[in-house]
């Protein structure tokens, strides 16, 4: 089970990467090597940005079902 506050992690990682992103007008020299690939990295950060607050939005609902039964 993630901690409750993974989804928050993700979230600030998700801003810090984003930043980045925007400084150095992508993720460092690494569209020098592959064609768009800032684009792929701040896909996999966003895509994994989602699923962290998806999964704890399932956990906190089976837990919240846990308490009141």
Same mark, same amino acid.
């Given at each position: /089970?993630? =901690? =409750?506050?993974?989804? +928050? ?10 930043? $980045? @992103?925007?400084?150095?007008? &992508?993720?460092?020299? @690494?569209?020098?090597? $592959? =064609? ?5 990295? +701040? &896909?996999?950060?966003? $895509?994994?940005?989602?699923?962290s607050v998806? @999964?704890?939005?399932?956990?906190? %609902?089976? %837990?919240?079902? /846990?308490?009141?039964?």
């Open positions: /089970m993630a =901690p =409750p506050y993974a989804w +928050l992690c993700e979230c600030l990682r998700l801003c810090f990467a984003s930043g $980045i @992103l925007y400084f150095y007008d &992508g993720w460092f020299t @690494l569209n020098q090597s $592959i =064609p768009h690939g800032s684009l792929v990295v +701040l &896909g996999y950060l966003v $895509i994994s940005t989602l699923v998806w @999964l704890g939005y399932v956990q906190a %609902k089976e %837990k919240q079902a /846990m308490v009141h039964q």
